[in-house]
């Protein structure tokens, strides 16, 4: 302990000492293109240095005594059958459970593939781990790696996480053998209007969260973290972008393993020259993005969507594999060793810190999709065929070529989409989100209302009062709008708007109208484009007008 403490001391002095002496490192974290890269610059490097400096001083220190499942070093389906209650074949490649089933590979999917009863078993899963205290136990590795100086900022970054989520996945399969991780393709939400509104972030899948960052519902609200807080916490969207088509494009046109399994925080004497959108870089955008928890490292792996994340990380990795490596390369190419550009525990024959017995050159084996699990296509859609696969998808065919979207929870944005079926279980009005039922009952509370006489404006005979409002407001920008629902109807004689909810929009008034079959109405006020329909007999009557 008194070494350990000695250490962040020193880190510390060193740290100070950077700003006012030299700074070791290549990159200038406040150089950096964006306030996200400075961050993550600044992470890295302080990672680094910690590693160097613990290495010093405790250079022969063994991975801690945590209990942990002996499944979890398997590395094939042989391995893991007695573990699952099976029974192997007498061929030795086919593993029988009680059931009578096939242990097959896990498949993983994106998230929003799943079916309902498949993400319902899976958050099961995950909550009978963190209730038996296994999930921290995991968890803890990460923390306890980062620290080490294996995990981030060189070569191991991407196999020391691909056996990680190995270790997840194995303990999530001895609960339900047919679940596997599933990924969080992000990408599907950046291309929304706001990636906050993704359904992603409602109790269905990965909750909402409170004023203060708390995650107040879903499968995961009231779970302890590793440093005692009662819930997990989240700034979903306060910084940065997630991932984006062009990111994967720049990681997927890197001609060698040595720009993909980049150094991160390489100093003054390294060949290699630093690059600010390397893998490990554009991976930390996600983290950033969710924020909370994920934002730090060390307590990432509190939020379970860390998991989803980084089997994104894993699939675009593997894509690369595939496309630039032979098989025989896939297993060997790994950076030069060279304690300028990294520390010494990311050298291909160093120990990969905490999994006793596994170097980091073992993260290259084939044998992890080959034999432990397989990869399912991300979302994919074309005019042809414009279907992506879940309900909580659609198809943006106005995007050329088409592409896969997320869905919006209720109240989301919609605009720019008004046509698309962007509105999970709702529809798309005023460039909002709004529930089926919510319109019946507004439709039906401003049909009452007229027929009341209350917007009777002293020229028109409504009819026997039948008169409904079928689209109150249509707005393009969301001027006006506050998160819910907004209810505004334009007499054309009183010229008030009257509304339910807590919108805020200006009234009205000093209108030019002219009579006829249709009522044009002009008032700039500002931005947005509003519509008024109003349906009295077999007749509709369009109200256009702008703020």
């Known amino acids: 302990m008194n070494l350990l403490l000695l250490s962040l001391i020193l880190v510390a002095n060193a740290v100070a000492s950077v700003s006012a002496a030299y700074n070791p490192f290549i990159q200038r974290c406040e150089d950096a293109p964006t306030p996200v890269r400075r961050i993550l610059c600044e992470q890295l490097q302080q990672m680094d240095t910690m590693a160097r400096t613990r290495h010093a001083f405790e250079p022969t220190e063994k991975p801690p005594s945590v209990i942990l499942h002996p499944a979890y070093d398997c590395q094939n389906i042989t391995c893991l059958c007695p573990y699952f209650r099976g029974t192997v074949t007498e061929h030795g490649s086919v593993c029988i459970l009680k059931n009578g089933r096939r242990l097959e590979r896990a498949v993983r999917k994106e998230i929003r593939h799943f079916s309902e009863e498949e993400r319902e078993r899976y958050h099961r899963a995950m909550n009978s781990l963190q209730r038996s205290g296994e999930y921290q136990r995991l968890s803890r590795l990460h923390s306890l790696g980062s620290r080490q100086g294996g995990v981030h900022t060189g070569p191991a970054f991407l196999p020391w996480h691909r056996e990680y989520l190995k270790r997840v996945e194995i303990a999530v399969r001895l609960l339900d053998p047919d679940l596997a991780l599933p990924y969080w393709d992000s990408v599907l939400d950046q291309n929304m209007p706001d990636a906050r509104d993704s359904i992603l972030w409602s109790p269905a899948f990965y909750g909402e969260t409170d004023n203060h960052g708390r995650v107040k519902n879903g499968p995961y609200v009231d779970w302890d973290t590793l440093e005692g807080n009662s819930q997990i916490s989240r700034d979903v969207g306060g910084r940065e972008t997630l991932f984006t088509e062009a990111h994967l494009r720049i990681i997927q046109d890197q001609p060698s393993v040595v720009q993909v399994m980049a150094y991160t925080a390489p100093r003054v004497g390294c060949p290699v020259l630093p690059n600010w959108d390397s893998f490990e ?247 947005g484009n509003y519509c008024e329909n109003i349906k009295y007999g077999s007749t509709t009557e369009k109200s256009y007008f702008s703020l």
Not at 333 to 345: K, L, T
Not at 387 to 408: M, N, Q, W
Not at 469 to 493: K, Q, R
Not at 514 to 521: A, D, L, P
């Open 281 to 527: 870089y554009l991976h930390g955008n996600p983290h950033q993005w969710v924020g909370g928890d994920m934002f730090d490292p060390d307590t990432s792996t509190n939020d379970p969507i860390f998991f989803q994340h980084h089997a994104f990380v894993d699939l675009i990795w593997e894509h690369w594999r595939l496309n630039h490596q032979n098989r025989s390369s896939r297993g060997t190419e790994y950076p030069p060793d060279n304690e300028d550009c990294s520390n010494v525990q990311h050298f291909r024959a160093a120990e990969m810190f905490p999994f006793a017995h596994m170097l980091n050159s073992d993260g290259l084996s084939n044998r992890y999709t080959e034999a432990m699990y397989t990869i399912v296509a991300r979302p994919n859609c074309s005019l042809i065929n414009p279907d992506c696969g879940s309900p909580y998808l659609f198809c943006d065919v106005h995007y050329k070529p088409p592409r896969c979207v997320s869905k919006a929870r209720e109240g989301g944005r919609c605009d720019g989409f008004e046509k698309a079926d962007i509105c999970f279980n709702s529809q798309c009005r005023w460039g909002r989100c709004v529930s089926f039922d919510n319109i019946f009952e507004s439709e039906h509370a401003l049909s009452r209302q007229f027929k009341e006489g209350a917007f009777d404006d002293g020229k028109r005979n409504y009819r026997n009062g039948k008169v409904v409002i079928s689209t109150v407001l249509s707005v393009a920008t969301g001027l006006g709008l506050m998160a819910g629902l907004l209810w505004a109807a334009l007499p054309l004689a009183k010229r008030s708007f009257s509304t339910k909810s807590n919108a805020l929009l200006p009234p009205i008034d000093s209108i030019k109208e002219t009579v006829g079959e249709s009522s044009s109405i002009t008032k700039k006020l500002g931005q």
